[in-house]
């Protein structure tokens, strides 16, 4: 079986009444790390949050290692293994640290594995272990981005989603955030991640789709891209 | 001239029905924080508990608070049928539309109760608690020391659900979050039912530890709810703690102000604080800044 970690069918979704993607088509591949990447309002959030069965999908299938997953809700989809860190981080901020780790581990299956996820979290950020019993809101924005992450990968996903990780952090935070990204996938998990950092997530990524408009405009190999004088013109510059 | 000892034993008396207060508002405090609703029909369901709880009592000959056994449980699952059914569909709706609906749910209990019971005031003929204890010089009625016990257990007990087990930990990230927590896993929509279910339950628990000493008339959730609002405005981001210390305060200018004005003024006591309060502290005794 060589079926797609996720695969998106001829999808037409938005917001009620309101459409935001038109025909969308895509795939990510296990142990790819895939990017979305486009312009604002292009609809790349709202093909995310499609993934994840979070808005309203007027037409088209959804995939998880080949099973449709289309009418299954949002919350079982993350028991499958799918896992999104949202835009804006969206941490628990009333919560500590722990307790957002905790929350993360929600489901039956991450529960078991509990100690494990968060020997590993902690390994992977040590500054959340410090802050371990802080209230989530008083982290910095670096801080709180981790925390996201380490939520997200507390459900012990085989996919996770990123929308824009490195929105609003420092250039030095930056880097480690792709750095996280690169041991992720060395741990076996499949990435699909929205950014801004245009050349920096194609410089991780194996393949990326360029969106404009709730279209899928242009994809490929990530390092291709790198070299596509259109997607220079409209990105790189900047 | 007023006397001490007076002043004491309604100090004293305002502290028990304050935690009996606290209990009814703590189920408004649970739904509001979670689902952003305001349940104006939430004193409404206090005066259905307590003429359930009086029908049984009368029925079986029990003390009112003892019929909590059964009212409680039972207004668990109407909760979660009035959730289906009335609060579901409005989830996210214009707050107009709210409004319009559970004042509208509101109107049709108490008119239910009128239908039913006509307007005249019920209470249980033979109170097996309704007796005075006397604590040196202060009388103490053993219904209410009960009433303030079980409810402070309770709101202790929900303190614990909601801080240190798994389901709480689903409701307080929801209450933060409620677009995030699904994302964790958590069913949302079950979260909102099941808490929903609580929040009459504990009205339910309120009334029959009231029926105790208390007479039920149609009109009775009015002052259930206007307490519960202030308890809830007063609280603010507190948790059951804030819920606790708030209903404690209310519970008491209550007493003092029937006492010591005239007892009729006595919601007019409690509001006028709340104003002074929402004077100086806008979000709440326990807001952080
Ligand atoms: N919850 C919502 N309800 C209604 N419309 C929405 C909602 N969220 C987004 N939209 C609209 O959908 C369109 C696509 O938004 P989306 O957030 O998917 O874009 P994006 O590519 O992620 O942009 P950005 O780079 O700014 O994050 C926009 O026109 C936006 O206004
Ligand atoms: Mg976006």
């Not at chain 2, 819920?243 to 005239?262: D, K, M, N, P, Y």
Request: net charge neutral; hydrophobic share 50%; aromatic share 8%.
């Amino acid at each position: 079986m060589c079926a797609s970690m996720l695969e998106l069918k001829g999808i037409h979704a938005g917001y009620g009444e309101f459409r935001v993607l038109h025909d969308v088509n895509m795939h990510v591949d296990k142990g790819e790390i895939v990017a979305l990447i486009g312009p604002n309002g292009a609809g790349k959030t709202t093909t995310l949050r499609t993934a994840l069965g979070m808005t309203t999908l007027y037409e088209g299938k959804v995939f998880f290692k080949g099973e449709d997953i289309t009418k299954v809700p949002t919350h079982k989809r993350v028991e499958k293994g799918i896992a999104m860190v949202p835009e804006g981080r969206g941490i628990f901020t009333p919560l500590t640290v722990y307790e957002n780790l905790l929350a993360g581990a929600y489901t039956k299956r991450a529960e078991e594995k509990l100690q494990d996820s968060l020997e590993f979290v902690f390994t992977l950020f040590p500054r959340l272990k410090e802050r371990k019993n802080q209230i989530a809101g008083t982290l910095s924005g670096g801080e709180a981005q981790m925390l996201a992450i380490a939520r997200a990968l507390m459900s012990r996903p085989e996919l996770l989603l990123l929308d824009e990780p490195s929105l609003g952090l420092a250039p030095k935070i930056v880097l480690e955030v792709f750095d996280v990204i690169k041991r992720l996938r060395e741990e076996g998990v499949t990435i699909l991640i929205v950014e801004q950092h245009v050349k920096n997530s194609l410089e991780t990524a194996d393949r990326a789709y360029v969106m404009e408009t709730g279209r899928i405009v242009l994809e490929g190999e990530a390092r291709s891209l790198l070299k596509d004088e259109r997607l220079k013109k409209a990105y790189l510059v900047i | 001239m007023i006397e001490p000892i007076v002043v004491v034993s309604n100090i004293i008396d305002g502290l028990l029905m304050g935690l009996l207060y606290s209990l009814v508002a703590l189920g408004l405090s649970l739904i509001f924080g979670l689902m952003d609703i305001i349940n104006f029909a939430h004193g409404d369901f206090v005066m259905i508990g307590a003429y359930l709880a009086w029908i049984l009592a009368m029925n079986f000959m029990v003390d009112p608070s003892v019929t909590a056994l059964i009212t409680v449980p039972l207004f668990f699952v109407i909760g979660l049928a009035v959730y289906k059914a009335v609060i579901e569909p409005i989830l996210g709706a214009e707050p107009l539309i709210q409004i319009a609906v559970t004042v509208g749910l509101g109107f049709v209990l108490q008119n239910i109760a009128l239908a039913i019971f006509h307007a005249e005031p019920r209470s249980y003929p033979a109170p097996a608690l309704n007796f005075g204890i006397n604590v040196g010089p202060i009388t103490l009625t053993a219904a209410k020391l009960v009433a303030a016990a079980v409810s402070l257990a309770s709101l202790l007990l929900i303190h614990y659900m909601l801080t240190r087990t798994k389901f709480g930990l689903a409701i307080r990230a929801t209450s933060a979050n409620r677009m995030v927590a699904p994302l964790m896993g958590i069913n949302v929509g079950k979260v909102y039912a099941v808490v929903f279910g609580l929040g009459i339950a504990l009205t339910a628990l309120g009334a029959a530890l009231y029926m105790s000493w208390g007479q039920v008339n149609p009109y009775l959730g009015a002052s259930f709810s206007l307490l519960s609002w202030v308890i809830v405005a007063m609280g603010g981001l507190g948790g059951v703690v804030g819920v606790l210390a708030s209903g404690l305060i209310v519970g008491v200018l209550e007493a003092l102000g029937s006492t010591f004005i005239t007892p009729s003024a006595r919601m007019a006591v409690v509001y006028l604080a709340f104003f002074l309060l929402l004077w100086f502290r806008p979000r709440g005794l326990f807001a952080r800044r």
